[in-house]
């Protein structure tokens, strides 16, 4: 440190830096004393560390905190009745536990804890339905934690005890904390500062009376100056040299110690429920605040402009969006009691039902079942006033300058669209039904608000048709197709349906007004909605003479969903066909091509009903054989091995369609391979060349993974139940194909399922009879129609028929004996090229042969001695059984050889007969019956 004399304090800042004589004007003199430089050493605390109260806290202090701030952050977002963070914390409250290793002997604070967020998650349970996915996933996986840790911590009978008496004190509860003596060096400066401190309040000094006026400092600055002088020396600090802090960085301690006051309370048992119900008080003092004062004047152009005021703040930061509806409310009863007219009412209701939509969460999932009855009330309210008025006209065809709220001369008009709102409430609807799950009574719930919806269209329809606005009619005519054209019989309720109320985490009920005291209007008529087919083609014709182009593809294609459904076969086939929509499907939008989908699947269930096999398998063949079916009838997001973004994923998402508009992939599937089976397996059976075709590549993939198992169990699925089928097909055995494929229980599924098994009968036992004709016609010379018909329990004329449009089609080579009642089979003969063409491929195979033979055949000796044989002469030193060896090597030689030259001889007389048989054929007239292939 410096030291510095005392009387030196007077002196400039700049003086402090040097021992010599200070610039300073002053009349006092200055005691000569040197100034000494002294390293300060590191443990020396500095002056901002000397005014702050050092507080030495004991280490279950220490853990009683750390637990106590993250209980605290759990309480906060339990309040918020946020599971998903709640679960969050309290994963956080037990890893502090256990890193503290507190796990056997937890806290009293743990107990209370628990205890609260049991009872809280027990109270919230019977409603769980009513919260959203990832909320109602949090829940159930946190009262699971809780169920699981109380047993494992065995704390049932702590928990029992502290709701028995919640006020009782712990053992383990850290006593206050106390504070810790200051250190010994700096104990004489801080009473002496702490004294001089009191004093000069009790005087009621002030800073001009302070010996320390001329460096502009206050009194605790003061105190602390004079807390340095020590025997006559002043002691210099590193804060002298820095630069003072203002007011407001003061202030920034104002948190932190609003902070340490709440970590207070809840030490000493104290809550927030004061601080709260005050908020809750000036929350309540604001929405009471009056809209207009009480000398201004309400009228239209004072309420339009309130009415700015209020929708400037909409999306803005700190915005409460229920806030701003209560305004608007207000606003509209201010309205109602000046009488300034139903069209400035129904301004203000348009942006009350806007705000319905500035929900945030609406944005990330769907619009839960309160707001959405009271969104749908305002719409019907709204629609409801300008039915009976007449008068007010709502059309986005309106220009802003011709808009009127107040002129009674001329008609009133506003700028805005009904269609949009029902557009954007019906889309709520549907999104709500794509995130709850279809397995759960709170589906089969929103359910029945379908009727709702579809009878708001109906009204907003009615309505509409008195603008004759024709693109608003457009919009909503398909509206209403959307909610129909995939149901055989639909009779909609009208009846609104209330969700049943939910008791919050606070004790609060939270319920729907039944809404007797809102106007309703029923617009669905139950003797149209009765022959839905009749009410479809009414809406598709009425819909092609207005729509835009976007439209009139949806509603055809819907128009050929619902006769396909209907079994109207031909008549759907042929609207498709006109339509020419397979050409220009590609360019349209995405949910267009999926409805396209949706259509061509059940029209090949429609050709499949009808008996139409081959019809059935081209139009399901393009949707099965890729393997995404699900895919692109928007019934699944499957994971490919290109990975998707999460827009991707987002978007993909919200074009789902709901589970009740689903069509069963098991169904279509069974489909689809039986008709594959009906088409592949004759054709396999009819040679070589034609099963080079593939008329289905899944089935024949299936179907060869199933031929080559050694061994093969039951049928367990559909698809084992066809591929069994079709290997007993393929051998003949048409019963236990019929067996198999009639055992499937999916053909339930269907209507008319007798008829559809009583078809399925006729189809097998007929291409079973195609099969056996192509496998084994040339078996026979000929075949009597009546034995074939008993085989495959088939009418004689059926199996005339079967024959008959074979050999038109030049399948089988044959004809009809009408006097014997046979099928007489042709022996076809080759013609001279075909005899040729056999003639040289058998020559080939001879030379393969002769060459094999040659190659394995040893050497022999020279050609000249072939015909000569002489005795071997044995030498001397030879024995006899090594000259009998050699003689007969020399025969076996000799033996290869004469059969060698008489395979030649062969040959050669091969070649001249065919040469001389060639060309006596090309003499010859060509026969006329030609040879199968």
């Known amino acids: 440190p410096l030291h510095v004399p005392t009387k030196a304090r007077s002196m400039s800042f700049q003086s402090r830096f040097f021992a010599g004589d200070s610039s300073s004007s002053s009349d006092e003199s200055v005691d000569e004393t040197p100034v000494v430089n002294k390293a300060q050493p590191k443990w020396v605390a500095s002056s901002d560390e000397e005014d702050e109260k050092r507080v030495v806290k004991s280490k279950d202090e220490k853990q009683h905190e750390e637990v106590l701030e993250v209980v605290l952050k759990l309480k906060n977002k339990l309040k918020n009745s946020d599971w998903v963070k709640v679960e969050d914390g309290y994963d956080e409250l037990l890893k502090v536990l256990k890193s503290q290793r507190r796990l056997d002997a937890v806290p009293r604070l743990f107990i209370k804890t628990f205890s609260e967020l049991d009872e809280a998650v027990e109270a919230v349970w019977p409603n769980k339905k009513d919260l959203n996915k990832l909320a109602a996933k949090s829940l159930t996986t946190l009262r699971q934690k809780l169920k699981k840790n109380k047993q494992e911590m065995n704390i049932e009978a702590k928990v029992t005890e502290y709701r028995a008496n919640p006020d009782a004190s712990g053992d383990d509860e850290p006593e206050p904390e106390k504070e810790a003596a200051p250190a010994p060096a700096a104990e004489p400066v801080k009473e002496k500062g702490a004294k001089k401190a009191a004093k000069a309040a009790e005087s009621g000094s002030s800073d001009g009376e302070s010996d320390d006026e001329d460096w502009g400092s206050s009194d605790p600055e003061?105190?602390?100056?004079?807390?340095?002088?020590?025997?006559?020396?002043?002691?210099?600090?590193?804060?002298?040299?820095?630069?003072?802090?203002?007011?407001?960085?003061?202030?920034?301690?104002?948190?932190?110690?609003?902070?340490?006051?709440?970590?207070?309370?809840?030490?000493h048992g104290e809550s927030d429920d004061d601080d709260d119900e005050k908020f809750e008080a000036a929350r309540a003092k604001r929405?009471?605040?009056?809209?207009?004062?009480?000398?201004?004047?309400?009228?239209?152009?004072?309420?339009?402009?309130?009415?700015?005021?209020?929708?400037?703040?909409?999306?803005?930061?700190?915005?409460?969006?229920?806030?701003q509806m209560s305004l608007l409310n207000r606003l509209r009863q201010e309205v109602v009691k000046a009488k300034l007219g139903l069209a400035v009412e129904v301004k203000v209701l348009l942006h009350l039902i806007a705000s319905h939509f500035d929900d945030p969460n609406s944005v990330s999932s769907h619009m839960n079942a309160f707001e959405w009855h009271a969104c749908h009330d305002d719409i019907m309210e709204l629609l409801v006033v300008l039915i009976n008025d007449g008068k007010i006209r709502c059309d986005p065809a309106v220009a802003d300058d011709e808009e009127n709220l107040s002129d009674p001369s001329r008609p009133f008009c506003l700028r805005t669209s009904i269609v949009a709102f029902v557009e954007r409430l019906d889309e709520?609807?549907?999104?709500?039904?794509?995130?709850?799950?279809?397995?759960?009574?709170?589906?089969?719930?929103?359910?029945?608000?379908?009727?709702?919806?579809?009878?708001?269209?109906?009204?907003?329809e009615k309505y509409v048709r008195s603008l004759g606005n024709k693109e608003e009619l457009a919009n909503t005519l398909i509206r209403r197709i959307d909610h129909i054209y995939y149901k055989r019989s639909y009779l909609p309720c009208p009846i609104r349906h209330r969700p049943a109320p939910v008791t919050n985490s606070d004790g609060?009920?939270?319920?729907?007004?039944?809404?007797?005291?809102?106007?309703?209007?029923?617009?669905?008529?139950?003797?149209?909605?009765?022959?839905?087919?009749?009410?479809?083609?009414?809406?598709?014709?009425?819909?092609?003479?207005?729509?835009?182009?976007?439209?009139?593809?949806?509603?055809?294609?819907?128009?050929?969903?619902?006769?396909?459904?209907?079994?109207?076969?031909?008549?759907?086939?042929?609207?498709?066909?006109?339509?020419?929509?397979?050409?220009?499907?590609?360019?349209?939008?995405?949910?267009?091509?999926?409805?396209?989908?949706?259509?061509?699947?059940?029209?090949?269930?429609?050709?499949?009903?009808?008996?139409?096999?081959?019809?059935?398998?081209?139009?399901?063949?393009?949707?099965?054989?890729?393997?995404?079916?699900?895919?692109?009838?928007?019934?699944?997001?499957?994971?490919?091995?290109?990975?998707?973004?999460?827009?991707?994923?987002?978007?993909?998402?919200?074009?789902?369609?709901?589970?009740?508009?689903?069509?069963?992939?098991?169904?279509?599937?069974?489909?689809?391979?039986?008709?594959?089976?009906l088409l592949e397996i004759p054709h396999l059976a009819e040679g070589v060349e034609a099963s080079a075709r593939v008329i289905s590549k899944p089935f024949r993939r299936q179907l060869d993974f199933y031929s080559r198992q050694v061994f093969n169990g039951p049928p367990e699925n559909a698809r084992d139940h066809v591929m069994a089928g079709a290997m007993a097909m393929k051998n003949g055995d048409w019963r236990t194909c019929e067996q198999h494929v009639l055992s499937l229980s999916i053909w339930a599924l269907c209507p008319n399922?007798?008829?559809?098994?009583?078809?399925?009968?006729?189809?097998?036992?007929?291409?079973?009879?195609?099969?056996?004709?192509?496998?084994?016609?040339?078996?026979?010379?000929?075949?009597?129609?009546?034995?074939?018909?008993?085989?495959?329990?088939?009418?004689?004329?059926?199996?005339?028929?079967?024959?008959?449009?074979?050999?038109?089609?030049?399948?089988?080579?044959?004809?009809?004996?009408?006097?014997?009642?046979?099928?007489?089979?042709?022996?076809?003969?080759?013609?001279?090229?075909?005899?040729?063409?056999?003639?040289?491929?058998?020559?080939?195979?001879?030379?393969?042969?002769?060459?094999?033979?040659?190659?394995?055949?040893?050497?022999?000796?020279?050609?000249?001695?072939?015909?000569?044989?002489?005795?071997?002469?044995?030498?001397?030193?030879?024995?006899?059984?090594?000259?009998?060896?050699?003689?007969?090597?020399?025969?076996?030689?000799?033996?290869?050889?004469?059969?060698?030259?008489?395979?030649?001889?062969?040959?050669?007389?091969?070649?001249?007969a065919a040469a001389q048989a060639a060309a006596a054929q090309s003499e010859a007239p060509r026969r006329g019956v030609q040879w199968s292939k």
Not at 540 to 547: E, F, I, N, S
Not at 559 to 565: E, K, L
Not at 760 to 777: M, Q
Not at 834 to 847: E, R, T
Request: hydrophobic residues 40%.
């Open 222 to 267: 003061s105190s602390s100056d004079e807390d340095k002088v020590q025997g006559g020396v002043y002691t210099y600090t590193a804060a002298d040299f820095l630069k003072k802090p203002k007011d407001g960085a003061r202030e920034e301690r104002k948190p932190v110690e609003k902070k340490v006051k709440r970590v207070v309370q809840e030490q």
């Open 287 to 323: 929405a009471e605040k009056p809209l207009f004062a009480r000398d201004e004047d309400v009228n239209p152009k004072t309420v339009l402009a309130k009415l700015t005021e209020i929708l400037a703040a909409r999306g803005r930061k700190g915005t409460s969006v229920s806030d």
């Open 428 to 460: 709520e609807y549907i999104k709500a039904l794509q995130s709850i799950d279809p397995h759960t009574t709170e589906y089969v719930d929103r359910l029945k608000d379908e009727g709702v919806i579809y009878n708001l269209i109906c009204v907003c």
């Open 508 to 677: 609060t009920v939270t319920s729907v007004p039944d809404g007797t005291d809102r106007p309703y209007l029923v617009a669905v008529d139950p003797a149209v909605e009765a022959d839905i087919s009749a009410l479809m083609a009414n809406l598709t014709k009425q819909l092609y003479a207005v729509a835009v182009d976007r439209n009139r593809t949806r509603a055809m294609l819907c128009h050929i969903y619902h006769n396909a459904i209907f079994d109207r076969w031909f008549q759907a086939r042929d609207l498709m066909l006109m339509s020419h929509l397979q050409d220009s499907i590609i360019h349209a939008d995405v949910n267009t091509q999926i409805l396209y989908n949706r259509t061509m699947v059940q029209l090949g269930l429609c050709a499949f009903r009808a008996g139409m096999v081959s019809a059935a398998h081209n139009a399901l063949q393009d949707i099965w054989a890729g393997g995404r079916a699900k895919e692109l009838l928007a019934q699944g997001i499957v994971q490919r091995k290109q990975e998707k973004t999460s827009d991707e994923i987002k978007a993909e998402k919200k074009r789902q369609v709901p589970f009740h508009m689903h069509i069963n992939m098991e169904l279509l599937e069974c489909v689809y391979f039986v008709t594959s089976m």
């Open 753 to 912: 399922t007798d008829a559809i098994k009583a078809m399925l009968r006729t189809r097998i036992r007929e291409e079973s009879l195609r099969t056996y004709l192509f496998a084994f016609s040339g078996f026979y010379s000929s075949i009597s129609l009546a034995s074939l018909a008993t085989m495959f329990d088939l009418s004689v004329p059926a199996v005339h028929s079967i024959v008959s449009k074979m050999i038109i089609g030049e399948e089988l080579q044959a004809s009809h004996d009408q006097p014997t009642g046979t099928i007489v089979l042709h022996k076809a003969e080759p013609s001279p090229l075909q005899n040729l063409a056999l003639q040289l491929a058998d020559k080939v195979g001879q030379f393969v042969e002769t060459n094999e033979r040659l190659l394995e055949a040893p050497t022999a000796a020279g050609y000249k001695d072939r015909q000569t044989w002489q005795r071997p002469q044995r030498r001397e030193g030879t024995s006899f059984a090594t000259m009998a060896s050699r003689a007969g090597r020399t025969n076996t030689r000799m033996q290869g050889r004469s059969l060698r030259e008489q395979q030649f001889a062969a040959n050669d007389a091969a070649a001249a």
